[in-house]
Structure formats: structure tokens, C-alpha cells
């Protein structure tokens, strides 16, 4: 790999499930939230135990023992263990069945948990421990290890990066996957709906947003389902199998704090002194809703700031759905395998 960028366009374990942590009624809201704010909460409170296809807490696959290939996977905000079998098909296409894959498991972050409680200072601290315990145990028991980060989860590596074992750079290959900013931009459609859907838990205010492919004239992170297609291919995915939504007047929502989740990417990447040094690979969608309103160039100064080396794959795609089979085959292709 060249030490320069290069740009590209077009056996299961899982955690106890704890059902006391599944809470179906919501705890007495201040007098200054939203007017159906007690409502919405109660709907998603409810829907932490419905039916989701990849959203929960299964956190390894495979055998270690024999594997041809070590993956370890690090969620984004409020992403869960199991968001990567939704690229499994397409990691087992390139790699072959002869694999091992480990995800970042905390249950501070469990599916389970609402997502304002997650974001604590303390169980930011816990995340990016639990990187570094992690990275260094699979380090341990195979010579190279392809992370996978998801979103913002690149910035949990980044803040455990100085804790690795010391070489660890020349035996990791980084694929970053569907790449963000690290701050969200503040939302004038969340301070709309705060009146209606918010409130305020430890200083920072949540709302409810509606999502509906309806909506993607504002913002295409907006979407709910993307129908796909590949020669004789057809599939629908529905982003409530992927990420956390649910349901009130027959409309998805997502419960969203961009005040929140700024200060827990402050708190990471105020650990960040020098950019890492290791064989990256980004994949990035050019419409990705996430990078716009973001100066000119956003996205390679943030490349730049963090990363040394690293080949830039750019699809057009929204956040989420660049990760769909033909977007992640194209991306993986110009992966290499593993040192023999």
C-alpha cells in the first residue's frame, strides 16, 4: 500500500438477554418537556424489546481456532454488535468462510438501553477501554486483524489508540465504513420537535425526529427503507432492522441529542494527538447527509487530521445505505488479504 491517498469512485455468542433492562414504562419526565413527550418515550421504551433482523448484541461469530481471517468491529453512536451481519454476506464474499469476528461489547450500550442513557462520561471511558482490552487480546491470538468501524466508532479508536501493544499498527488494516464528521451539526428540525417530542436527561435535551423516505428532500438520513436491486437481486431493507426506530401514528422515529452526542466525540477525540499511522481503507457516501452543511472539504481535512495513510473509497450513497452489497463489494475489492 502506498504511504499516499488514492481515491476510488464508482458460530454465534451472544450476551444474556436481561429482560428487566427491556422497560416498558417511562420514569416521570420534567414539567418543561414536550407535550407528548411521556407518550413517544413510553413507544420507545416499549419498542427495546420488539423483533429487529440485526440490531441487537450478538458480539462474536465464528471459530478463532483455524480462521484465516480476525475481524474486530467497533458501533457507532448508538449502533449496536450486531449491525455487522448486515455486512457478513459481503465480508464472507470476499474474505471466504474462514473467519473470526469479535464486536465491541459493553452492556452500558446494550440494544436494551435507552440510548440516553448511554452516553454517560463514565461509560465513554468504559468504550474506549473495552476497545484497547479487546484489540489487544485478538492481537495476542492472531497475527493481523482487520477492524471495522462503523461511523463515529472510528473516533473510540482513535481515543484507545495509545493504549495498544506497542507494533500494533504494522499488524492492523482499519476499514472505516460509512465515515462521519467527528461533531454533529446542531439541527433546527430537532429544535422544532423538541416542543412536542423532547426533554432533558443530565443537561442535554432529547426530541424525537420523524424519518420517511418522504423526507429525504431535507435530508437523506431521513429514509426508512431502501429497495435494492443487483441483476436477478431484489431485497428491501428497512433501516428499523439496522438502527434503532420505532413507531407512533404509523411513523418511524429516532431519538437524537446532537448536544449529547458532541460532547461524548469531544470527550474521544480530545485524546487525539497525532494522526494514526496504520493501513486504512474509508468508505464514504456522496450523499451522506451527515457531511452537508460542513465547509468545502470537510471530509479530507477530517481524513487528514486523523489519518496517515488510507485509500478513499467515495459511492453514491447515503450514510447508511453505503454499506448495501454493491457498494461494500466495490469498497472491499480494494482490500488486501491478510500477511502471510
Known amino acids: 500500500m502506498q504511504n499516499c491517498d488514492q481515491l476510488v469512485d464508482p458460530a454465534i455468542a451472544c450476551p444474556p438477554r436481561d429482560a428487566a433492562m427491556v422497560l416498558t414504562a417511562a420514569p416521570p419526565i420534567p414539567e418543561s418537556s414536550g407535550i407528548w413527550a411521556e407518550h413517544f418515550r413510553r413507544a420507545y421504551l416499549q419498542s427495546l ?10 458480539s462474536e461469530y465464528g471459530r478463532s481456532d483455524g480462521a484465516r481471517c480476525a475481524f474486530y468491529f467497533i458501533p457507532g453512536i448508538n449502533g449496536t454488535p ?37 452516553y454517560s462520561g463514565d461509560n465513554v471511558l468504559k468504550k474506549r477501554a473495552q476497545v484497547a482490552r479487546d484489540l489487544e487480546h485478538m492481537l495476542a491470538e492472531f497475527p493481523h486483524v482487520y477492524v471495522v468501524a462503523s461511523s463515529n466508532g472510528f473516533y473510540d479508536l482513535v481515543a484507545a489508540w495509545d493504549r495498544l501493544p506497542a507494533g500494533a499498527s504494522r499488524r492492523l488494516t482499519l476499514l472505516w465504513v460509512a465515515c462521519a464528521p467527528d461533531q454533529f451539526e446542531t439541527s433546527p428540525w430537532v429544535e422544532r420537535f423538541y416542543r412536542w417530542t423532547g426533554f432533558q436527561h443530565e443537561g442535554f435535551p432529547w426530541a424525537a425526529v420523524p424519518n420517511g423516505n418522504w423526507l429525504c428532500w431535507m435530508n437523506s438520513e431521513s429514509s426508512t427503507l431502501l429497495r435494492w436491486r443487483r441483476g436477478r437481486e431484489r431485497r428491501t431493507f428497512f433501516k428499523a432492522d439496522i438502527e434503532s426506530r420505532f413507531r407512533v401514528a404509523g411513523i418511524c422515529w429516532a431519538y437524537v441529542s446532537p448536544e449529547c452526542f458532541n460532547h461524548s466525540l469531544e470527550s474521544v477525540t480530545q485524546a487525539h494527538s497525532r494522526p494514526l499511522d496504520v493501513a486504512t481503507f474509508v468508505l464514504a457516501g456522496s450523499r451522506d447527509g451527515y457531511w452537508h452543511g460542513q465547509p468545502p472539504g470537510a471530509l479530507q481535512k477530517t481524513l ?12 453514491p450513497a447515503s450514510h447508511l445505505w453505503v454499506v448495501t452489497p454493491d457498494h461494500l463489494d466495490i469498497f472491499l475489492a480494494q482490500v488486501p488479504d491478510p500477511p502471510r
Open 304 to 315: 487528514d487530521r486523523y489519518l496517515v495513510r488510507k485509500v478513499i473509497v467515495i459511492r
Open 49 to 58: 424489546g420488539h423483533h429487529r433482523q440485526f440490531y441487537d448484541d450478538f
Open 82 to 118: 450486531g449491525q455487522i451481519r448486515f455486512a457478513l454476506p459481503s465480508l464472507l464474499q470476499r474474505f471466504g468462510r474462514e473467519i473470526y469476528l469479535r464486536a465491541c461489547y459493553l452492556p452500558e450500550f446494550s440494544s436494551n438501553r435507552p440510548v440516553w442513557e448511554k
